[in-house]
């Protein structure tokens, strides 16, 4: 590779690790073309990208950004995975297929700005999904709605139960 095409990808390289908010390194050492591409298509369905990268070169851009804590991890075959959005997603694609295929290592990752271990991505795999969370927080808030407008429908019920009570024990009169 020549020296300007490998500025031009640090170039690249330094825009993406810039704008991904979360970002798995692992080791691929093993893996068949066939499994990469279905890693591929698990973290891509997950609205992820995954990239293959030159060590030296991840290293170089990894300057000045959010991973570079771990940029001493890059050694070996290595592979990123990132996205700008949804980290729980993308924990749950790599530690589902991690678990299939134990040939990928999970290295090291950054998740929010905060450098994670093995541990910690199983946490966040653990974690219900954004949609999950959304469901749940809709219940809670229509839960109390609810409550509010049987209370506010419980006031007239009970009058009338009363009137009505009141009215066959005729101490009202008619």
Known sequence: M???DKE???????????DARNLLLAGFQGL????DTELRRAIRATGSRYRVVKNTLAKRAAEG?????????????????????????LAKAVTTYAKAHPR??????VVEGRVIDLADLNHIANLPSKEELISKLMFLLNAG??????????VPRNLAVVMEEAGKEKKFPE
């Not at 690249?12 to 810039?18: P, Q, S, T």
């Not at 990928?104 to 990752?109: D, E, P, Q, R, T």
């Open 145 to 154: 709605a609810q409550r509010l407008a049987s209370v506010v429908q419980a």
């Open 65 to 89: 950004t959010a991973l570079e804590p771990i940029k001493d991890q890059f050694t070996g075959s290595s592979a990123v995975a990132y996205n700008a959005e949804d980290p729980v997603s």
């Open 104 to 109: 990928l290592v999970f290295k090291a990752g």
């Open 2 to 4: 020549r020296r300007d």
């Open 8 to 18: 031009k990808e640090i170039g690249n390289l330094r825009k993406e690790f810039g």
């Open 32 to 35: 068949t073309v066939g499994q």
